[in-house]
C-alpha cells in the first residue's frame, strides 16, 4: 500500500465536466443545425450620439460623464440562466442596437466571438458601454462555465455592481443537479471576495414551473443572502405578464402585443382596481421597510420618527435612498424578477443599476488618495487583435487617459506608449480623445501590459504615490511594502486541470505556432504552454476540454494554422499521506575526492493546499548551516518534488523539516542535493500502514490514515 494519494488539481471541476460536456455538444449541435439553416445576418449598430455632425456638447458628455452617474457592472450567473439574453434586451432598449439579437439564432451582440455566436455561450467577456435615462452604463458580460472562471475574477475585480441572474424555474440552480449549486456558489463567492454590491433578477419568469417564492428562497438559503424584494411578479409560467413595483406601489404591464416589449404601462395600484393586488403590495412594502431599517440606522430613524404611524406616506425616494445604502454595504440585496426572452421586466432592472448600485466613487479604494488625481488604471483584460495588435482594457480609477501618451506599468517596471483611445462597443471601438476616471477604456499600442497590470502616468509620480503610501502606512503601522500597496489587487490565476500536445501541420509552421500561443497566453493566462523536454513537444494545459478545444479552434480560424491536438490528459498530483522520518547516506569518490553526506529529514502532508514544498529547520541545524548548504538542501527537496512515484505527476502538499545534515568537507552540493533528492524518494516509496515492519530502512513516527483529499 502506497503512502501517497493522488488527485487531480481540481475535482470540481472534473466531476462537473461531464454534465457540461453533455450541454455543451448538445449546445453545440443545436448551433451547427441553425449555421445549416441560415447564414449571419449582420447587425445593425446606431452610432453614438454625439459623434454624428461634430456635436461638442454632447462628445464632452459621452468622454467625461459626472463620475456620480458612472456605473461599472457585470452580469454575473451560471449558464444558461439568461445573462447573454438579458443583456441584448439591455442594449436594445438603451438605443444601441436596432435589433434584438437572440443567443438561440447566434447573433448576440456581446457573444461576438465565432465560436461563441455558434455555441451559443459567452466565452470571453466584452465590455459594452452605453447611457441609461442620463447614467453611463459600462457593462461586462461575464462567462458562466466553469472553464472560464478566470473571466469571472478577472471582471469582478473591475467592477462596482453586479446584477446576477438566476433561472426563476431553477432557484439558484439546485433542483436537479448538485454540481451546479457549486457554479453558481463559486460566482457569488467570488463577487463577495472582491466585495461587489449585487442586485438579483429572477429570469424566465415565463417559464412553466418559475416559482418566485422558491428562488427567492433559495437565495436565502443557499447563498445565505437577505433578499429585499423590491418587486412582485404578476402571474408565473405563463401567466406571467408583468411585475409590481413594491416600492413605488405601481403595477408594471407589457403590452401582450409588443413584440420587443417597448410597450408597457406603469399604474398606479388603486383600491377600486386591484384591491387584492394592493393589499399584497402593501404587506410586501411594510415587510420590506421593516427590513431595510433594521440593516440601517438612519433609515430607522427617520421611519421611527415621522412615519411611525403609517409606512404609506413613506416617499418612494426615501426608501430607495435607503435601499441604495444597504445594497452598498452588502447587508442585503435587492431582488427583481422579470423574463429576458420574453422582453420583461429588463427596464426596470436597468433603473434599479442606476438607483441601487454604486457610482465608482462610492467604492472604497484607499490607494486613490496616494495618487491626488494623477493617472492610476489597472489593466484588466488584453485581447489580440490582428490588424491593431494588443489591445488592453482598462478600468481607470484615477487621472484621465490620453492616447499618444506614456504610461508607466508599475508591475513590469516599463514604461510605454498608448497610441490610440477607444470606447468598447462590443466588436465596435469607437476612438476617444480622453477618458476620465470611473470609466473602462480600451487602449491600442501597449505591447508589455498585460493582465492584472497596475499603469500610472509616470515612474516618478509611482514614486510621489509610494512615498504618500510610506507615510500613511507608518501612520497606520501597516506591514505590506509600499510597491506592494501600489500595486492594484491582480487576478489569481488557477492552475490548468487539464494537458494535452499540441502539433502544427509541418516544422515549419512551430514558429506560427510559437507566435500564436503567445498571443493567446498574453490574453488568456489560464492558458499555459510547455515544452516537453523529453519529447520536445508543444503541451497545451488549461481549465478544461473546452478551453482546450476553443483554443484548438482559435487558432485555425484567427491564426490559419490547422494544428493537432493529442489525447486529452488529466493535471494529476501526488500527495503524501503521513509524516515520514527518514535518513540516508551519500558517499562517492569522485576522482581523488570523497563526497560524504549523511541526511535526516522529515517529511508530513500539509492540511492547507500548496504547490511547492514548505522547508522547515528544526533548531538544532538551524543555526550552523550555511548558506550554500541551505540551498543545496532546498534544491534537492524541489527536484524530488518534480516526479511522483505514482504517475511521475509533480508532488504537492508537502512540509519537510530537516534534523540534521552531517558533510564532510568538500562534498560538492551537487551532492547534497542529490542525496536530499534521494532520501525523499524513499519518503515516497514509504509503504503505508506497514512501514515500521519493514525494512526500507527508515524509522515512521506515526500513522494516522488522513482522509484523501480527493
Ligand atoms: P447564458 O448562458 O446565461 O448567457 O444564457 P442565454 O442568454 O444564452 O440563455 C440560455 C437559454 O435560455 C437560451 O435558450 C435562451 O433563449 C433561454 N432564455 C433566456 N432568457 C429566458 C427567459 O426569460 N425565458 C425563457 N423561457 N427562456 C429564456
Ligand atoms: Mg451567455
Same mark, same amino acid.
Given at each position: 500500500m502506497s503512502n501517497l494519494r493522488i488527485f487531480a488539481v481540481n475535482r470540481k471541476k472534473i466531476s462537473s465536466l461531464h454534465y457540461f460536456n453533455n450541454m455543451c455538444s448538445s449546445k453545440i449541435r443545436a448551433s451547427l443545425k441553425r449555421v445549416k439553416l441560415h447564414v449571419l445576418l449582420g447587425r445593425n449598430y446606431s452610432s453614438l450620439p454625439g459623434l454624428i455632425g461634430n456635436? #461638442?456638447?454632447?462628445?464632452?458628455?459621452?468622454?467625461?460623464?459626472?463620475? *456620480?452617474? #458612472?456605473?461599472?457592472?457585470?452580469i454575473m450567473a451560471h449558464i444558461d440562466a439568461g445573462k447573454t439574453t438579458t443583456t441584448e434586451r439591455i442594449l436594445y432598449y438603451s438605443g444601441y442596437t436596432r435589433s434584438l439579437g437572440d443567443v438561440d439564432d447566434g447573433d448576440? %451582440?456581446?457573444?461576438?466571438?465565432?465560436?461563441?455566436?455558434?455555441?451559443?455561450?459567452?466565452?470571453?467577456?466584452?465590455? +459594452?458601454t452605453f447611457d441609461w435615462k442620463g447614467y453611463r452604463i459600462n457593462l461586462i458580460d461575464t462567462p458562466g462555465h466553469v472553464d472560464f472562471t478566470l473571466e469571472v475574477e478577472r471582471c469582478l475585480r473591475v467592477l462596482d455592481g453586479a446584477v446576477a441572474v438566476f433561472d426563476?424555474?431553477?432557484?439558484?440552480?439546485?433542483?436537479?443537479? *448538485?454540481k451546479v449549486k457549486a457554479q453558481t456558489l463559486t460566482v457569488w463567492r467570488q463577487a463577495d471576495k472582491h466585495k461587489v454590491p449585487r442586485i438579483c433578477f429572477l429570469n424566465k419568469m415565463d417559464k412553466t414551473g418559475a416559482s418566485f417564492n422558491y428562488a427567492v428562497e433559495s437565495i436565502r438559503e443557499k447563498l445565505k443572502a437577505k433578499p429585499l424584494l423590491l418587486q412582485l411578479p404578476i402571474g408565473e409560467g405563463k401567466a406571467f405578464k408583468g411585475v409590481v413595483d413594491v416600492v413605488g406601489k405601481e403595477k408594471l404591464l407589457w403590452n401582450p402585443n409588443s413584440d420587443d416589449g417597448k410597450d408597457f404601462e406603469r399604474k398606479p395600484l388603486l383600491e377600486t382596481r386591484d384591491p387584492k393586488l394592493l393589499k399584497e403590495t402593501t404587506e410586501a412594502r411594510n415587510a420590506l421597510i421593516e427590513q431595510v431599517a433594521d440593516l440601517d440606522d438612519e433609515f430607522a430613524d427617520l421611519v421611527l420618527g415621522e412615519f411611525s404611524e403609517n409606512f404609506d406616506l413613506l416617499p418612494a425616494e426615501k426608501l430607495q435612498t435607503a435601499i441604495h445604502r444597504v445594497t452598498l454595504a452588502q447587508t442585503a440585496v435587492p431582488v427583481l424578477c422579470g423574463s429576458a426572452l420574453k422582453n420583461k421586466g429588463v427596464q426596470p432592472l436597468l433603473d434599479a443599476v442606476t438607483l441601487y448600485l454604486p457610482s465608482p466613487e462610492?467604492?472604497?479604494?484607499?490607494? $486613490? &488618495?496616494w495618487y491626488k488625481g494623477d493617472l492610476c488604471a489597472l489593466?484588466?483584460?488584453?485581447?489580440?487583435?490582428? &490588424?491593431r495588435g494588443p489591445l488592453v482594457f482598462m478600468r481607470i480609477y484615477s487621472g484621465m487617459l490620453k492616447p499618444q501618451t506614456a504610461i508607466h506599468n508599475i508591475n513590469g517596471n516599463c514604461t510605454e506608449r498608448i497610441s490610440r483611445l477607444l470606447l468598447p462597443f462590443a466588436d465596435q471601438h469607437i476612438e476617444i480623445p480622453l477618458l476620465t476616471a470611473g470609466n473602462i477604456a480600451l487602449t491600442v499600442g501597449l505591447k508589455h501590459t498585460a493582465t492584472g497590470d497596475t499603469v500610472v502616468s509616470s515612474e516618478s509620480s509611482a514614486l510621489a504615490a509610494s512615498r504618500r503610501a510610506r507615510r500613511e502606512g507608518a501612520k497606520k503601522q501597516k506591514g505590506n511594502s509600499e510597491a506592494e500597496r501600489l500595486l492594484l489587487a491582480g487576478v489569481e490565476i488557477p492552475e490548468p486541470v487539464f494537458f494535452c500536445t499540441i502539433e502544427p501541420p509541418s516544422m515549419a509552421k512551430q514558429p506560427d505556432l510559437d507566435h500564436a500561443l503567445k498571443c493567446l497566453q498574453r490574453e488568456d493566462p489560464s492558458l499555459k504552454v510547455?515544452?516537453?523536454?523529453?519529447?520536445?513537444?508543444?503541451? $497545451?494545459?488549461g481549465m478544461g476540454e473546452l478551453h482546450i478545444e476553443i483554443i484548438h479552434d482559435r487558432i485555425k480560424r484567427e491564426y490559419g494554422l490547422e494544428t493537432y491536438l493529442g489525447p486529452l490528459q488529466v493535471a494529476y498530483r501526488e500527495a503524501i499521506l503521513n509524516s515520514v522520518h527518514a535518513t540516508d547516506t551519500l558517499d562517492?569518490?569522485?576522482?581523488?575526492?570523497?563526497? $560524504?553526506?549523511?541526511?535526516? $529529514?522529515?517529511?508530513?502532508?500539509?492540511?492547507? @493546499? @500548496?504547490?511547492?514544498? +514548505? #522547508?522547515?529547520?528544526? !533548531?538544532? %541545524? @538551524?543555526?550552523?548551516?550555511? &548558506?550554500?548548504?541551505?540551498? !543545496?538542501?532546498?534544491n534537492g527537496v524541489h527536484s524530488a518534488c518534480l516526479q511522483g512515484p505514482l504517475l511521475g505527476s509533480p508532488v504537492q502538499d508537502l512540509a519537510v523539516t530537516l534534523h540534521s545534515l552531517v558533510i564532510h568537507p568538500g562534498t560538492s552540493t551537487t551532492m547534497i542535493s542529490a542525496c536530499v533528492s534521494r532520501c525523499l524518494q524513499k519518503v515516497w516509496k514509504c509503504p503505508n500502514p506497514f512501514c515500521c515492519n519493514c525494512d526500507c530502512g527508515f524509522h515512521c513516527i506515526h500513522f494516522i490514515s488522513l482522509p484523501s483529499k480527493g
Open positions: 456635436d #461638442i456638447k454632447s462628445l464632452h458628455s459621452i468622454i467625461s460623464p459626472p463620475i *456620480a452617474k #458612472i456605473r461599472n457592472i457585470g448576440t %451582440v456581446t457573444d461576438f466571438m465565432a465560436q461563441e455566436r455558434e455555441r451559443g455561450i459567452t466565452i470571453q467577456s466584452a465590455a +459594452v426563476a424555474s431553477a432557484g439558484v440552480e439546485v433542483k436537479n443537479i *448538485a462610492e467604492r472604497n479604494c484607499e490607494f $486613490l &488618495q489593466a484588466f483584460k488584453v485581447l489580440h487583435d490582428k &490588424q510547455k515544452l516537453d523536454p523529453d519529447s520536445g513537444q508543444t503541451i $497545451l494545459c562517492r569518490t569522485l576522482g581523488d575526492k570523497r563526497h $560524504l553526506v549523511t541526511v535526516e $529529514l522529515e517529511a508530513k502532508p500539509m492540511e492547507t @493546499s @500548496s504547490l511547492l514544498p +514548505v #522547508i522547515e529547520y528544526a !533548531a538544532s %541545524v @538551524s543555526g550552523d548551516l550555511s &548558506q550554500a548548504s541551505r540551498e !543545496a538542501f532546498e
